[in-house]
């Protein structure tokens, strides 16, 4: 049976680029779609492995009736002519025909869709189906949330960066620097506003009190730290020794940055960009907790773009093996981990040795993450400290080193009063733990949550967290062709997707880094 909990549909789309600047996309879309009329050609991917391929194919309540040809897992092929259960299927990919796309949130010109549906069943996968959106343009991230100081909203955080199927889902946490209780409630907007199909399982507010004169800063996995004195290096130079002091000292926006007009990408050493910066280091100190303060470029998506446009028209089986294949899943993370994030070294015994990693944090607003360092094999008055990544994928803004211990902080989740997307339905009970329920949205949708706020208390310091729990789906581009192969090197090899990418992002770069207005793309409560 068709179960109403899993509610999330995986849409391909597919049209060729035309002077409208379509092409084809991916997306979730809900089951208030499903039509039991949906016929036509249909691509079907069983879970055991078995393909359909039918010329004619009908949704009905809970099975797929078509006819074509059966290919079997073990390469032979013969005809079709029957029922297809759903509750055997992983994936379909189908089509229908003269269907006006209500997804124009990003201009005023219409998109005709062509789009097929079905439900999820019990164990979560979809069916896939087509339909026509305008292109990204590169603006593709995640979710957005909007935080209310008891005036306005401001854009605060993009949430889960890098979390770009369903088998990648993670949480995230980050301190709020505007949120401000209002008529005793915490007021919180979550809004797509990007080319995506966004599914976000939790969002919790938390009430983070601390002792006066420190700040809270979430370390890369997902716990509070206290900060009391940071220093400031008092040397810093990129990898290839030009001076970035003064880049770094401050959050001020003016921010340490590769500079791509001279760099050779057939050079491994131009792949690799960072920073190598000094602090002075206290008598006995043997711990440290380093602040880094800084933003993405929009390369991290570029490259997953690259990454996956090369699946061509087999994109969704390899959606599929994500999801269901653990050793398939670990090598895209191992790339990742490897190519897509922020290594920080510690130099010891005259070696750099790697002690932490700072994951994606998105291109639209800057993070502050911490990484706890262990200085007991280093030598010396100084620590030296080397934060590496490829080239352009980071803006530093700020580092910064604290000596301190960590001190007391209460932590307190706030109450989810309620939470209504842009239709009025309730999603309370959806968005307030990490459990099966996802809210879906689409460009354009948004949902208002009211969180209960937690009594202030004296003598400490009160500041705002925020967790969030999910992942998404971009519309990407596709190739014509399934380049197999190819993904697997670039998985297996390292470097070789930079020395691929990089050279492309030279030329793309400023359509993709182009402003973005960030300005709240919903309705806000009066």
Not at 78 to 93: D, H, K, M, T, Y
Not at 451 to 475: C, D, I
Request: glycine content about 6%.
């Amino acid at each position: 049976m068709i179960r109403k909990a899993f509610q999330l549909f995986l849409v391909l789309c597919c049209v060729s680029v035309s002077n409208t600047g379509c092409i084809k996309k991916s997306t979730y879309i809900p089951t208030t779609e499903l039509r039991r009329t949906d016929s036509g050609r249909m691509d079907v991917l069983a879970k055991d492995g078995t393909t359909y391929r039918l010329l004619y194919g009908q949704v009905t309540r809970d099975r797929l009736r078509g006819q074509g040809i059966k290919y079997l897992p073990d390469g032979t092929s013969e005809e079709f002519r029957g029922n297809i259960p759903l509750a055997s299927v992983s994936l379909v990919q189908t089509s229908r025909p003269d269907v006006v796309s209500s997804l124009t949130a990003y201009g005023t010109i219409g998109v005709l869709a062509v789009a097929s549906v079905t439900a999820l069943d019990d164990d979560g996968t979809g069916l896939w189906v087509r339909v026509t959106y305008p292109t990204s343009g590169g603006s593709g991230s995640c979710p957005f949330v909007f935080t209310y100081d008891g005036q306005e909203y401001h854009f605060e955080s993009e949430t889960v960066a890098g979390a770009v199927c369903r088998s990648l889902e993670r949480s995230n946490l980050e301190v709020l620097r505007y949120l401000k209780p209002h008529d005793g409630t915490y007021r919180l907007a979550l809004s797509n506003q990007s080319p995506e199909s966004q599914h976000t399982n939790e969002l919790s507010v938390l009430a983070v009190d601390h002792p006066v004169g420190t700040n809270v800063v979430p370390d890369v996995r997902g716990s509070l730290h206290t900060v009391r004195n940071p220093l400031a290096p008092i040397t810093a130079a990129g990898l290839d020794g030009t001076d970035c002091l003064e880049q770094i000292l401050h959050v001020d926006d003016i921010m340490f940055e590769s500079d791509l007009t001279s760099r050779d990408f057939n050079t491994d050493d131009q792949l690799r960009d960072g920073i190598i910066c000094e602090f002075e280091r206290p008598d006995g100190a043997d711990a440290a907790k380093l602040i880094v303060n800084g933003v993405n470029t929009h390369l991290g998506y570029f490259a997953l773009e690259t990454l996956f446009s090369m699946r061509g028209p087999n994109k969704l089986h390899w959606y599929h093996e994500l999801d269901n294949n653990p050793t398939e899943r670990k090598k895209l993370i191992d790339w990742m981990m490897r190519e897509g994030g922020l290594t920080i070294s510690v130099w010891q015994n005259g070696n750099w040795v790697k002690q932490s990693w700072m994951p994606d944090v998105g291109p639209r607003v800057t993070a502050q993450k911490l990484a706890v360092l262990d200085l007991k094999a280093v030598a010396g008055s100084t620590v030296r400290i080397k934060l590496e990544c490829a080239t352009d994928l980071w803006l530093i803004d700020q580092v910064a080193m604290d000596y301190s211990e960590d001190e007391k902080i209460e932590i307190v989740p706030a109450r989810l009063v309620q939470a209504k997307d842009d239709s009025d339905r309730d999603i309370t009970e959806i968005l307030n733990q990490i459990d099966t329920l996802y809210y879906s949205a689409l460009p354009g949708d948004f949902a208002l949550l009211s969180y209960e706020a937690v009594p202030e208390k004296e003598g400490v310091q009160r500041s705002f967290a925020l967790k969030s729990t999910g992942y998404y789906y971009t519309w990407i581009e596709e190739d014509d062709k399934d380049s197999r192969d190819m993904v697997e090197r670039i998985l297996n090899e390292p470097l070789l997707g930079s020395r691929i990418y990089l050279k492309d992002w030279r030329i793309a770069r400023e359509q993709y880094s182009a402003e973005y207005d960030m300005t709240p793309r919903f309705r806000a409560p009066r």
